[in-house]
């Protein structure tokens, strides 16, 4: 008697006929997150779908109001804010997401006060209470900020007002 490994299993027949169309596609990206008009489209480009398809319908999602690069920016700068990121930070990330400028300038202004006190509470749930202020201690700080998307005229005024 030979024994099939539970790895081995007889192969899925392969249909001639697509498993899904771009629209069930594309809704079951979105039904996981919200995704911007480039990432969406990116990702159907990846399926292999046609461009003049993927065209088509981003245009009849974006009037349907299924897909809304204001309303992404909107919810995109609030998740990573709540995750202790800087304004530089989310403007680069929503750039590398596909969103305009004019869009981003709308949601990510670095002058808003609410950055100072999210910069503070970030450096104090990393650090603690800044004790010793030594060159070491305040450059190691103002590295870990600037890595978190703060600008660096916030992070002078935080570590030496």
């Known amino acids: 008697m030979l024994l099939q490994s539970p790895t081995s299993e007889p192969a899925a027949e392969v249909s ?11 809704i079951r990206l979105l039904a996981v997150r919200e995704h911007s008009k480039a990432e969406l489209a990116r ?8 461009s003049d398809e993927i065209s088509a319908l981003l245009k009849q999602f974006e009037t349907a109001g299924y897909l809304d690069d204001q309303r992404y920016a909107e919810l995109y700068l ?53 004790t010793e202020r030594t060159q070491k201690e305040l450059g190691r700080r103002a590295r870990f900020l600037e890595y978190r998307g703060f600008p660096t005229y916030l992070i002078g005024d935080f570590l030496f007002s």
């Open 16 to 26: 001639s006929q697509p498993t899904d169309d771009i629209e069930q596609a594309a």
């Open 43 to 50: 990702k159907l480009e990846s399926r292999d779908f046609p």
């Open 78 to 130: 609030e998740m990573r804010a709540r995750k202790g990121f800087g304004p530089c930070k989310i403007r680069q990330e929503l750039l590398e997401r596909g969103i305009a400028s004019d869009i981003i300038n709308d949601w990510v202004d670095d002058r808003d006060p609410r950055w100072r006190e999210q910069m503070s509470e970030v450096a104090l749930q990393k650090f603690g209470v800044l």
